[in-house]
């Protein structure tokens, strides 16, 4: 019999961070002082119910179209509003950031980067703007509801999918990034406001797109199909294009599902072509953010930039690492970061000169900053005392958010770490074998104890990289042969607060015992 105990708590922020509790009673305490209209910014006639926009006083009417490089070409000729946005995220998602339209106009191919624009709905000078300044990002935790960054009024409202409940189509306000694609490289003509039509039939997930993409074209009218393809071919041609400075970072080849509240966890194989498609979701956020610091650092008075330090040889060791769990135990490994800043810098993993965050304003306080800097140089407006302010103390803001995301990422790992481990619970709670494979990596000394970390590489055939930590006897670290992978049965688990030594009694007595 298998000797099976759970217990576990989703891990803790600090306590110098507004919990999802603080969020909610923030929104809740400005709603009944001053009501949502303070909250939101009420340049449009939106209705209350936002679901129904034909009622409560029509259909309501976002900004003009303006462009911000002033460009001869009307934005009306290449961006139509009756053609839907196509948005590809993970299932389930509510927060959809980004979406993309390819077309062709006069013999010239075009490819459209949508962002959504959650700044449109909001008053800076209200409690919601600092509840998001202290946030600083949306939270992902397995077993718990994403704590969004947003309210959820302005987050339906500015996502570019449609609510759960809602029918037929809205038109939504966004960034718009115009490129035309020449040799199948996008170049930067214009960025502009728009408008854009968000529908139900165009709201994809990795998996579905993949799908649609097997079934093959069907002529002109299958649209759908023919710009995924064209997208695929675009992301591949960019890939090749950075391959000489670019570190490709793959993506994952399974991903997990959980119920809400953490009572089953389960592996599912992510399709080769859905991998792909992962990839070009990452390859046009990352042409749109390099476009937008580009722009930012010559036109606005202050802006935002993402940088990374690396070293040539590490920059080298991490090009030939295959697989993602081992590019992230190098990154953390060799304490590889990075960070918000004032000053134009680098992005050594991404392989360009200057880089910013500003495609996820949904999920990152950061990236709404880099909205609202970018919007003051498009409607030549002089900022608010709000937002004086925060340019004056932006490098503290930074410096705070910079510690948030690490404190996030770090959370998020510690998440991954408990969904692998309930996963195997589950496989043993229902007498099905359990089998990992690990190698030995580094040994420390701390609180008098020596202890090893050691790499679970795989449970089953599910491929991973967790960092478990327990004790050992072992003294020769110097012939130590980390380079050996090392196979063992699991029968039995206990997971509690750390996630390391006691979880799994077995590969503890194994490297306890460890000898070379």
Same mark, same amino acid.
């Given at each position: 019999?298998?000797?099976?105990?759970?217990?576990?708590?989703?891990?803790?922020?600090?306590?110098?961070?507004?919990?999802?509790?603080?969020?909610?009673?923030?929104?809740?305490?400005?709603?009944?002082?001053?009501?949502? $209209?303070? *909250?939101?910014?009420?340049?449009?006639?939106?209705?209350?119910?936002?679901?129904?926009?034909?009622?409560?006083?029509?259909?309501?009417?976002?900004?003009?179209? /303006?462009?911000?490089?002033?460009?001869?070409?009307?934005?009306?000729?290449?961006?139509?509003?009756?053609?839907?946005?196509?948005?590809?995220?993970?299932?389930?998602?509510?927060?959809?950031?980004? %979406?993309?339209?390819?077309?062709?106009?006069?013999?010239?191919?075009?490819?459209?980067?949508?962002? %959504?624009?959650?700044?449109?709905?909001?008053?800076?000078?209200?409690?919601?703007?600092?509840?998001?300044?202290?946030?600083? !990002?949306?939270?992902?935790? =397995?077993?718990?509801?994403?704590?969004?960054?947003?309210?959820?009024?302005?987050?339906?409202?500015?996502?570019?999918?449609?609510?759960?409940? %809602?029918?037929?189509?809205?038109?939504?306000?966004?960034?718009?990034?115009?490129?035309?694609?020449?040799?199948?490289?996008?170049? =930067?003509?214009?960025?502009?406001?728009? @408008?854009?039509?968000?529908?139900?039939?165009?709201?994809?997930?990795?998996? *579905?797109?993949?799908?649609?993409?097997?079934?093959?074209?069907?002529?002109?009218? &299958?649209? /759908?199909?023919? @710009?995924?393809?064209?997208?695929?071919?675009?992301?591949?041609?960019?890939?090749?294009?950075? %391959?000489?400075?670019?570190?490709?970072?793959?993506?994952?080849?399974?991903? +997990?599902?959980?119920?809400?509240?953490?009572?089953? =966890?389960?592996?599912?194989?992510?399709?080769?072509?859905?991998?792909?498609?992962?990839?070009?979701?990452?390859?046009?956020?990352?042409?749109?953010?390099?476009?937008? *610091?580009?722009?930012?650092?010559?036109?606005?008075?202050?802006?935002?930039?993402?940088?990374?330090?690396?070293?040539?040889?590490?920059?080298?060791?991490?090009?030939?690492?295959?697989?993602?769990?081992?590019?992230?135990?190098?990154?953390?490994?060799?304490?590889? $970061?990075?960070?918000?800043?004032?000053? =134009?810098?680098?992005?050594?993993?991404?392989g360009i000169s200057t880089y910013t965050h500003f495609t996820s304003p949904l999920r $990152?306080?950061? &990236?709404?900053?880099?909205?609202?800097?970018?919007?003051?140089?498009?409607?030549?407006?002089?900022?608010?005392?709000?937002?004086?302010?925060?340019?004056?103390?932006?490098?503290?803001?930074?410096?705070?958010?910079?510690?948030?995301?690490?404190?996030?990422?770090? *959370? !998020? +790992?510690?998440?991954?770490? +408990?969904?692998?481990?309930?996963?195997?619970?589950?496989?043993?709670?229902?007498?099905?074998?359990?089998?990992? !494979?690990?190698?030995?990596?580094?040994?420390?000394?701390?609180?008098?104890? /020596?202890?090893?970390?050691?790499?679970?590489?795989?449970?089953?055939?599910?491929?991973?990289?967790?960092?478990?930590?327990?004790?050992? &006897?072992?003294?020769?670290?110097?012939?130590? &042969?980390?380079?050996?992978?090392?196979?063992?049965?699991?029968?039995?688990?206990?997971?509690? +607060?750390?996630?390391?030594?006691?979880?799994?009694?077995?590969?503890?007595?194994?490297?306890?015992?460890?000898?070379?």
């Amino acid at each position: 019999m298998c000797s099976l105990e759970i217990v576990y708590k989703p891990p803790k922020m600090t306590e110098t961070h507004e919990t999802h509790e603080t969020h909610e009673t923030h929104e809740t305490i400005h709603r009944k002082l001053n009501g949502i $209209r303070n *909250s939101i910014n009420a340049r449009q006639a939106f209705p209350t119910n936002v679901n129904k926009l034909g009622n409560a006083g029509g259909t309501p009417q976002p900004p003009s179209k /303006q462009s911000f490089l002033s460009r001869t070409r009307t934005t009306d000729e290449i961006v139509p509003t009756s053609r839907p946005i196509i948005c590809i995220d993970p299932e389930g998602c509510t927060d959809a950031d980004d %979406a993309f339209n390819i077309i062709s106009k006069d013999g010239i191919e075009y490819l459209l980067l949508h962002i %959504a624009d959650p700044t449109e709905y909001l008053d800076v000078d209200s409690p919601v703007f600092d509840n998001i300044l202290a946030q600083g !990002q949306t939270r992902y935790l =397995v077993g718990s509801r994403p704590q969004h960054l947003y309210p959820q009024l302005i987050l339906e409202r500015a996502s570019l999918i449609l609510p759960a409940d %809602a029918l037929g189509s809205q038109v939504k306000t966004a960034i718009t990034i115009i490129s035309t694609i020449e040799n199948g490289i996008p170049t =930067v003509v214009d960025i502009i406001q728009n @408008q854009v039509m968000v529908a139900r039939n165009s709201q994809l997930t990795y998996e *579905s797109a993949a799908q649609i993409v097997s079934r093959g074209t069907h002529g002109a009218c &299958d649209t /759908q199909s023919v @710009q995924l393809e064209r997208g695929l071919e675009i992301s591949r041609q960019m890939t090749a294009s950075n %391959a000489a400075t670019e570190i490709v970072i793959h993506p994952k080849k399974w991903e +997990w599902s959980v119920t809400h509240r953490g009572e089953t =966890v389960s592996f599912a194989k992510i399709s080769q072509t859905a991998r792909e498609f992962k990839t070009m979701i990452a390859n046009f956020a990352k042409f749109a953010n390099h476009e937008l *610091s580009k722009y930012l650092s010559t036109h606005a008075d202050m802006s935002v930039f993402r940088s990374c330090a690396m070293s040539a040889q590490q920059h080298d060791e991490l090009a030939k690492l295959e697989t993602p769990a081992a590019q992230m135990k190098f990154i953390r490994g060799n304490s590889i $970061r990075a960070e918000y800043t004032t000053d =134009v810098a680098p992005h050594d993993i991404i392989g360009i000169s200057t880089y910013t965050h500003f495609t996820s304003p949904l999920r $990152r306080a950061v &990236d709404t900053i880099g909205h609202i800097l970018l919007k003051l140089v498009l409607t030549s407006t002089d900022p608010s005392p709000r937002i004086i302010a925060l340019m004056r103390t932006m490098d503290g803001t930074l410096e705070t958010l910079n510690t948030v995301a690490s404190q996030m990422k770090k *959370s !998020q +790992w510690d998440s991954d770490k +408990w969904a692998h481990f309930k996963y195997i619970h589950a496989l043993l709670e229902t007498n099905r074998p359990v089998t990992i !494979q690990y190698k030995c990596d580094t040994i420390a000394i701390l609180a008098g104890k /020596q202890l090893m970390n050691v790499v679970i590489l795989n449970i089953n055939d599910v491929d991973t990289q967790l960092i478990y930590t327990t004790e050992t &006897d072992c003294l020769n670290v110097a012939a130590m &042969d980390c380079t050996v992978t090392h196979t063992l049965p699991i029968t039995s688990m206990w997971v509690g +607060w750390n996630l390391n030594q006691g979880t799994l009694p077995e590969l503890d007595s194994c490297i306890k015992k460890f000898h070379t």
